[in-house]
């Protein structure tokens, strides 16, 4: 059964998936990575967040994260699963980039909180080519 998508701007995903604010938080997410969007990821994500690429790289701050995004030119998100608990989240799809290439992948976020004013502090990515 195909699921009904929205779209919005640069991004899909499984309607009603943003019907709570982690959710519609890590969308947002996505979206600003996509359109290269500093200061939404400064907002939701601590001066030190982790970002593991497993099997590639490792990084440990902001400023190294938001670098790694603009290198990455994506077009297109299409998210599939976007699955929230407590102080961490999943979230997979695939990612269009600008050389015509989709890339699969899966991320799981470690929040500073389970409240919803939690912010980003781990990232684990696992990208498959």
């Known amino acids: 059964m195909e699921e009904k998508l929205k779209k919005s701007g640069s991004i899909t995903f499984p309607e ?6 982690r959710k519609r938080m890590l969308i947002d997410l996505y979206k600003a990575a996509a359109a290269c969007e500093e ?4 907002a939701n994500a601590t001066e030190t967040v982790k970002w593991q690429i497993i099997g590639q790289t490792s990084l440990s701050s902001r400023e190294e994260v938001f670098k790694k995004i603009k290198t990455c030119q994506i077009q297109m998100i299409h998210l599939t699963n976007v699955i929230t608990h407590g102080p961490t989240a999943a979230v997979n799809g695939t990612f269009e980039m600008a ?4 890339r699969a992948f899966a991320d799981v976020f470690r929040f500073t909180s389970a409240g919803k004013k939690g912010v ?3 990232i684990a ?4 080519n």
């Open 120 to 122: 980003i502090k781990e």
């Open 125 to 128: 990515s696992y990208h498959i």
């Open 39 to 42: 200061d939404y990821i400064i």
């Open 16 to 21: 009603g998936c943003d019907n709570a604010p």
């Open 99 to 102: 050389d015509g290439r989709t």
